[in-house]
């Protein structure tokens, strides 16, 4: 078959070359084309899982999957963030993926003026001129919402050992720094199987002598005379018993836990 389609464009040369080189250039352009068409199975897609700001600041995570049995370079992508005074786009090239992996890009805090309590839209879009051919084109472009905030938690009590002292483990788990004036009051209380109030009492903010809990991602540790013989308890700390910071999520101020005390002797 090639040798007669072979023939057929000598024939052609000979007569007329300007038809030839059109057949030939057809032809190549064909098979280039079949070649560089690469159709993807199922499992070949780029796209974004989630992005979240991570807890302790405004740091942006995206988290991008790539389901290809090889790395692949994102020949660009964009991140847009936007509220309704607010909107910045960034443009990133180059980016590597790697094969078969879901994994996290992190854009510092400097990439976005972010404010507390504020709504922002937050678009993402792997491949936007869509170069790389995917078995699904369409979830290039993830959308979510985030808030970046206040936030004070429980993280719970425990009885220390060495001290033997009853501590309790509070956090700011909020985006932003608290200002070093805030004041509030954390609370205690203390109470057995019967539900019989034991030790209770409160800690004014401002007259710990420890207030790291203040900026974000840091925690203090509060320490609490033991008055209690050897048993077990059930003991509920709050972190802002009044409310006194207005925080994204106000249902991890409080928690309710058993507390051991061990009998030495």
């Given at each position: 078959?090639?040798?007669?389609?072979?023939?057929?464009?000598?024939?052609?040369?000979?007569?007329?070359?300007?038809?030839?080189?059109?057949?030939?250039?057809?032809?190549?352009?064909?098979?280039?084309?079949?070649?560089?068409?690469?159709?993807?199975?199922?499992?070949?897609?780029?796209?974004?899982?989630?992005?979240?700001?991570?807890?302790?600041?405004?740091?942006?995570?995206?988290?991008?999957?790539?389901?290809?049995?090889?790395?692949?370079?994102?020949?660009?992508?964009?991140?847009?963030?936007?509220?309704?005074?607010?909107?910045?786009?960034?443009?990133?090239?180059?980016?590597?993926?790697?094969?078969?992996?879901?994994?996290?890009?992190?854009?510092?805090?400097?990439?976005?003026?972010?404010?507390?309590?504020?709504?922002?839209?937050?678009?993402?879009?792997?491949?936007?001129?869509?170069?790389?051919?995917?078995?699904?084109?369409?979830?290039?472009?993830?959308?979510?919402?985030?808030?970046?905030?206040?936030?004070?938690?429980?993280?719970?009590?425990?009885?220390?050992?060495?001290?033997?002292?009853?501590?309790?483990?509070?956090?700011?788990?909020?985006?932003?720094?608290?200002?070093?004036?805030?004041?509030?009051?954390?609370?205690?209380?203390?109470?057995?199987?019967?539900?019989?109030?034991?030790?209770?009492?409160?800690?004014?903010?401002?007259?710990?002598?420890?207030?790291?809990?203040?900026?974000?991602?840091?925690?203090?540790?509060?320490?609490?005379?033991?008055?209690?013989?050897?048993?077990?308890?059930?003991?509920?700390?709050?972190?802002?018993?009044?409310?006194?910071?207005?925080e994204i999520h106000e249902d991890d101020n409080c928690l309710i836990e058993q507390l051991s005390i061990p009998d030495y002797l």
């Open positions: 078959m090639l040798i007669y389609f072979y023939n057929f464009l000598k024939s052609l040369t000979m007569k007329n070359k300007y038809v030839s080189f059109i057949i030939l250039f057809t032809l190549l352009i064909t098979i280039n084309s079949n070649v560089l068409a690469y159709v993807p199975p199922s499992a070949d897609d780029l796209f974004v899982s989630e992005t979240i700001i991570q807890t302790g600041s405004t740091q942006l995570i995206i988290n991008i999957c790539n389901t290809y049995t090889t790395e692949i370079v994102l020949l660009q992508f964009n991140v847009i963030v936007k509220s309704n005074n607010y909107y910045k786009r960034l443009l990133f090239k180059n980016y590597h993926t790697a094969a078969n992996k879901c994994s996290d890009m992190y854009l510092g805090e400097d990439s976005f003026a972010l404010s507390p309590n504020v709504i922002y839209d937050v678009i993402v879009t792997v491949d936007p001129l869509n170069k790389i051919k995917e078995a699904d084109e369409t979830n290039n472009t993830f959308k979510e919402t985030l808030t970046p905030g206040y936030g004070l938690t429980t993280l719970g009590a425990m009885y220390n050992d060495f001290s033997q002292k009853i501590v309790i483990n509070i956090e700011n788990n909020g985006n932003f720094d608290l200002a070093p004036e805030t004041n509030g009051v954390t609370t205690y209380e203390i109470t057995n199987t019967g539900g019989t109030t034991l030790q209770s009492g409160y800690y004014v903010w401002q007259d710990l002598p420890d207030q790291e809990f203040l900026k974000a991602g840091y925690n203090t540790f509060i320490e609490i005379d033991n008055t209690l013989p050897a048993g077990t308890y059930t003991v509920k700390t709050c972190v802002d018993t009044e409310n006194d910071v207005k």
